[in-house]
């Protein structure tokens, strides 16, 4: 674990300074105004005069205080930034596994267990297309068609302009228009993935043989599927779900950026565009930690469920 | 039923590959040619897909947006092949501290989202077709690097590496000559994933405008465009987003056939 904390600083730390030129640059090269000797006190304040070796420690020491330094854009604090961002990106997210969750496990299983049935055909080609579909252009079209043409969905931001003067229950009906379309774009990719590993899973957990024995001694159809079949197809989602999270996280920076929500997503978008070097290796850094978490909560999720390796221990 | 399915894939690929060659060709118009007085006519028989804002043909600019698509998708995972089948040959064959250095530098690159660590690396770079190529080639070997090393640890204990040992061969003959093309079958396949994965990433950079830069035609920076013209031009949108689609589709068909194929237990 901490070999892997150092290292994401490590390479989050050589990507920025990789960069030709100076972040300061921004500021003092396009301005002619700029004299050289408040050229070089900039880059003394920021700490860019030094060698780089102890740029890294320096730099170091203050991510343990999780202080990512300042935004080169506006000054304020890179953990505000993404403290006031972070939240929504992870509501989406959240939101996603779940929508995720609910359609795919359903479909995987009925999937399976008609294999080469309509249904089973159908949601394959789907699962094919919702693979290949871009989450962008899926996107777009909803909301040409849902914004634009229908008009009954709003296609940005996440709460509306008088968000403040409506009362709860409005405040969660304003909220929850504003994210069926960005949940459902970044959860297509998902769905497709998962309701494929679930049916490949029943399918694998089919013939083996404490199913047959559940069946020869009679139990019903319902009881052998629900209680022996999907709990141990269930294993091996956990640990994909956890594999799974960067992907939903890359797939936030298009969701954000398309449908103009303030997550951390479009502060990366906006960050790369300015070249606010500090920014983009806070959001790294705590993108990178963000996947350790969610492999570490499967790990612990997977104890929970497979006793065996409880057991084991 | 399986093979129909891969058979489409490839003869979807080979068409693809026809246009992108042929693309001046076929192309009855500069990509790049501005004519504001054809701005955003509807297909029709001059222009098949009709023209974009700046009255393009869009026919010709998809043409030529395929070889961008195609070229950044094979060599930036070629490239992502070539790292991951050296590397993890190298740590699957030695074994010991080589192994779980390699190994552990590949796990801390799969902790970073790829679109994350992909643009901060395009902050620093800047966007060109050449850059995309090789930031998504480096920061995508992992999975391969992983494939290739679990296929070497079983291989590398067959009597064959043992012969070719005692006979004197060096260990870099052993890998290039018996371990890498024994055990190249599921880099093949994540290969073909991989360009898959690699299109629509150039799209998806593309269409952020972080990728291929205007006035060069790439599907997602049309996209992009279209944005603009939702409501008014729906071709704009509807033609590249298909031809991401189809496209990605095709490699996933071929990818799936060749998994079944390399998979005897699945038959």
Redesign the interface.
Known sequence: MIPILFGITLISFAVIHMAPGKPTDLVTQLNPKVSMEAREKLNKIHGLDKPLYVQYLDWIKKIGRLDFGKSFADSRPVIDKIAERLPITLLINVLSIFIIFIVSIPVGIKSALRKGAPFDKISTVAVFIGFAIPSFWLALLLISFFGVHLGILPVSGIVSLDFEKLNLLQKIFDLSRHLILPVFVLSIGGIAGFSRYMRQSMLSVEHQDYIRTARAKGLPEKEVIYRHALKNALLPIITILGLSIPALLSGSVIVEKVFSIPGMGLLMFESVFMRDYNVIMGILIVSAFLTLLGNLLADIAYVYADPRIRYEK | MKNKLMLTGVIIIILLILAAVFAPKIAKYDPTYINIKEALLPPSEEHLMGTDMLGRDLFSRMLFGSRIALTIGIVAVGLAAVIGVALGSIAGYFGGKIDSVIM??A???????????I???????GPSIFNIMIIIGLTSWMGMARLIRAEILTLKTRDYVLCSRVLGASNFFIITKHLIPNGIGPVLVSFVFGV?GAI?ME??LS??G?GVQPPDPSW?NI?ME??AV??VG?WV?LF??LA???T??AF??LGEGLRDALNPRIK
């Open positions: 552990r530098f796990d801390i690159m799969l902790c970073f989202p790829a679109f994350f660590l643009l901060a690396v395009i902050a620093v770079v898959a629509l799209a998806g269409f952020l972080l997602g996209l279209g944005k939702l409501g729906w949108i590249p987003g991401i689609l189809i990605v589709l996933n068909l």
